[in-house]
């Protein structure tokens, strides 16, 4: 029997960018049981406790099993199972490896995705999540101290203590994306509010996602800001989605990306019309009511 191909697909972020509530609801809309995610944060080699021992952050390459890492994704690639070990947020310990199979969508995401060349070079498709500190911030702080047995204050010194491995190890990583999802504050008249825009960029050149936007928009489908900016040396298109997405427009929309199907009823936010450019970009048929029938409207999830 003929394996089907997989596609992997690697997305790359600062802790508390929203990478795997993007990741989840990405694998809803395509499907969940189309999809494997796999979170790097499986492969520190040094538990919480070890890493404050050693004094190192978890966004040191040296404080993973990024070798194990990449050769679990070429098994994967190749459509092998493989045992991944297992590191549980909850106690910042490390808990019994799983089985994992491939499936369709391979989604590796973390701190590293793309750090080695190599590595770089395995994924179809390569996002970096670039969400504006202010937000970041606010979001690490609360999950944290919700979920992950931090006090505010332990979570604040944590965050200063990451900033220069920030700018080492995972920022750098921008430079191999080839979509750069950047979530900003949207501000009114200087005021802050509760709405998020999305700012999308790609390559000068490349003909992808941000390409088609930037049509739609130059035939008045489209109610966006297109203009280029320089990413880690490269030229790069960028689209900014600040206003809701309204059915008539997304009828126009899918209508020209062929994505078939009635339109929805409601209007969305520009977070998910995001989720829905990049489900679609893998082949993803739109639908009318998908948003309901998939629980994607929370986020917080
Ligand atoms: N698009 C979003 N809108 C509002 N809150 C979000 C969004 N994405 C993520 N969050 C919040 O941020 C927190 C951190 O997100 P998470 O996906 O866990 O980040 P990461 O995987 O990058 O560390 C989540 O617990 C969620 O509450
Ligand atoms: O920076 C991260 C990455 O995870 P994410 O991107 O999901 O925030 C976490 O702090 C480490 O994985 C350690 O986990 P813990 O702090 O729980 O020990």
């Known amino acids: 029997m003929m394996r089907r191909k997989t596609t992997l697909i690697g997305i790359v972020g600062d802790s508390g960018a929203g990478k795997s509530t993007f990741v989840n609801n990405l694998a809803q809309l395509l499907g969940k049981e189309r999809v494997t995610v796999i979170g790097l944060d499986d492969y520190h080699s040094l538990d919480r406790a070890e890493r404050k021992a050693v004094g190192i952050t978890p966004l040191n390459p040296r404080a993973n099993n990024l070798g194990l890492f990449m050769e679990h994704v070429e098994r994967l690639r190749r459509g092998e199972k493989i045992l991944k070990p297992v590191y549980d947020h909850d106690t910042g310990t490390f808990g019994e490896p799983e089985w994992v199979k491939p499936r369709e969508f391979v989604i590796c995401e973390g701190l590293h995705s793309f750090l080695f060349e190599k590595l770089g070079e395995t994924y ?52 191999h994306a080839d979509l750069v999802v950047s979530l900003l504050p949207h501000t009114v008249n200087g005021q802050s509010t509760e709405a998020i825009k999305v700012r999308l960029a790609e390559r000068t050149g490349a003909n992808d996602i941000v390409h088609r936007l930037i049509t739609l928009h130059s035939r008045g489908i489209l109610p966006c800001r297109c203009f280029k900016e320089w990413y880690w040396g490269r030229e790069m298109n960028v689209v900014e989605l600040t206003e809701e997405i309204t059915p008539p427009v997304l009828e126009a929309v899918a209508d020209a990306l062929g994505w078939g199907e009635k339109a929805e009823e409601k209007e969305l936010t520009p977070y998910q019309f995001m989720l829905l450019l990049v489900a679609g970009r893998f082949g993803n048929k739109y639908k009318s009511g998908y948003w309901e029938e998939r629980g994607c409207y929370a986020v917080n999830s």
């Not at 606010?138 to 505010?152: E, F, L, M, S």
């Open 124 to 175: 179809g498709y390569k996002i970096y999540y670039d969400t504006h500190r202010d937000l970041k911030i606010r979001w690490k702080i609360q999950r944290d101290a919700a979920h992950r047995g931090y006090t505010v204050e332990q979570v604040v010194q944590e965050i200063r203590q990451r900033q220069r491995d920030i700018r080492n190890f995972v920022e750098p990583q921008m430079r």
